[in-house]
């Protein structure tokens, strides 16, 4: 119980965090920028369409996100989010078979939203891909 009440608490937390992200890079995101999470999005999608595990894939494209923000202090966020939720969020929390994949398929809705420069659209999307979360882990 203790570690479903700690994913919950972290995901509060990433709301927020992703929510300036999401700002940072409608602002500031180059066509370079879009070209290197499309990159991670590719991956992250072929491996899902195979069927096998796709969570480190999950995690880089996650974490690309952060670094094409060009914030100094989101960039340390992302130092510090690398130790921390890779462990809480990708390293089958609650000893879920595959935790969170069924929010695969949006993340190329939050991509296309990002590059768009669609704020709203973006955090709609990764408002959905939070909220599935959430009920996976209550669930689990």
Known sequence: E??????????????????????MVVKSATDQDFAFVKEKLDRLLEKYEQGVDESQEDYEFHMALYQITHNPAMEQLHIYMDKVFKHIFWDYPLNMEHPFNTTIPLH?????AL???????????????????????RQA
């Open 2 to 23: 203790r570690e479903r009440e700690m994913l919950l608490d972290a995901i509060e937390m990433r709301r927020y965090l992703e929510r300036e992200m999401i700002r």
């Open 108 to 112: 190329n809705d939050l991509f296309l």
């Open 115 to 137: 590059r768009n420069r669609s704020r709203a659209e973006a955090e709609r999307v990764d408002g959905k891909i939070m909220d599935i979360m959430v009920k996976e882990i």
